[in-house]
């Protein structure tokens, strides 16, 4: 056996010989070159391929890009690393799906395809909502003048003073956006419709905006939580005792429930009298919040909380 300077072949090997066309089949042959192709981006459209949506036309270069990626940014943050293993609630739901509808948080199983699909529905037509946010808000805060915001209030009053009347509210609601669909002015050549146009880079800053808001509350609400809730150490119960418990956060529990306690009667009797001003305490509930976010009053509400 012939042998190289750099390396050493055992006995034991058979060198790999290219026989004549006329050898048989039985001896030894040089294995075939496989070639495996690199993968390509741009995969032709299947059946999966055509359920994920693409970034609609209407979308700058931006917004598109902010569009494909936050689908698999929020995924990426929500899905835990550690593999998922089905446990025993997952299999008696999948066991109970055919006796009766499912809920609407299970209805579908977490996909990417499906979360992309739904997310380009939401963006597309949540606008209306956050058209009447912003209208609210406008009206709340006093942004179209005294004027918007007291006719808002009169309106309340009225219904206060004759709370049957909040049935022909629909009727109202109904005949307003009739009259606000119909296109008084008249179209210009070429001009498409604001209904047929979606503003997605406005839709998806509102979305951004709304789940901040919904985390700053969740915080600002989250450290007074402790108040509400009643743990072993505050009321001791046998079925704890061989537990560890640990100290309260805080004593008042036991005293908010008390407290609770002893004035609901009282206020069941006082909401079924009849001398109960039930027009005049929702007017003053309905319009407080008004009058604080006045212009002129807003300033003055820190100093009347510290003095609180």
Not at 119 to 139: N, Y
Not at 151 to 172: G, I, R, T
Not at 289 to 297: F, G, I, K, N, S
């Amino acid at each position: 056996m012939a042998s190289l300077a750099y390396i050493s072949i055992p006995p034991c090997a058979t060198r790999l010989q290219s026989p004549p066309p006329s050898s048989s089949s039985s001896s030894l042959q040089r294995a075939k070159k496989v070639t495996t192709p690199l993968p390509n981006p741009t995969s032709p459209p299947s059946v999966s391929s055509t359920n994920s949506p693409q970034a609609p036309s209407g979308m700058n270069s931006s917004t598109a890009a902010a569009f494909s990626l936050l689908p698999q940014m929020l995924l990426s943050s929500t899905i835990p690393n550690a593999p998922l293993s089905p446990s025993v609630k997952d299999k008696e739901k999948e066991r109970d799906a055919g006796k009766g509808p499912q809920l609407l948080t299970t209805k579908e199983p977490l996909s990417i395809p499906i979360t992309t699909a739904n997310f380009k529905r939401f963006v597309a037509k949540v606008g209306p909502i956050f058209w009447m946010q912003d209208r609210i808000e406008e009206v709340i805060l006093w942004k179209r003048g005294w004027r918007v915001t007291g006719v808002w209030m009169v309106a309340y009053a009225f219904l206060c003073y004759f709370p049957m009347m909040v049935f022909a509210v629909p009727h109202l609601l109904l005949i307003g956006t009739m009259l606000a669909s119909y296109p008084y002015s008249k179209p210009k050549p070429g001009e498409t419709s604001s209904s047929d146009s979606v503003n997605w880079q406005g839709n998806l800053q509102a979305i951004q905006n709304l789940m901040g808001f919904v985390a700053d509350a969740h915080d600002l609400i989250q450290p007074h939580l402790h108040l509400l809730v009643l743990t072993p150490a505050h009321l001791p119960s046998p079925a704890y005792a061989d537990v560890p418990v640990p100290p309260p956060v805080s004593s008042y529990p036991p005293l908010i429930l008390l407290t609770l306690l002893l004035t609901f009667p009282p206020l069941v009797a006082l909401l079924a009298s009849p001398l109960f001003p039930t027009r005049f305490v929702c007017l003053v509930i309905g319009l407080l919040p008004l009058v604080a976010t006045h212009p002129r009053v807003r300033p003055v509400l820190p100093a009347l909380g510290k003095l609180a």
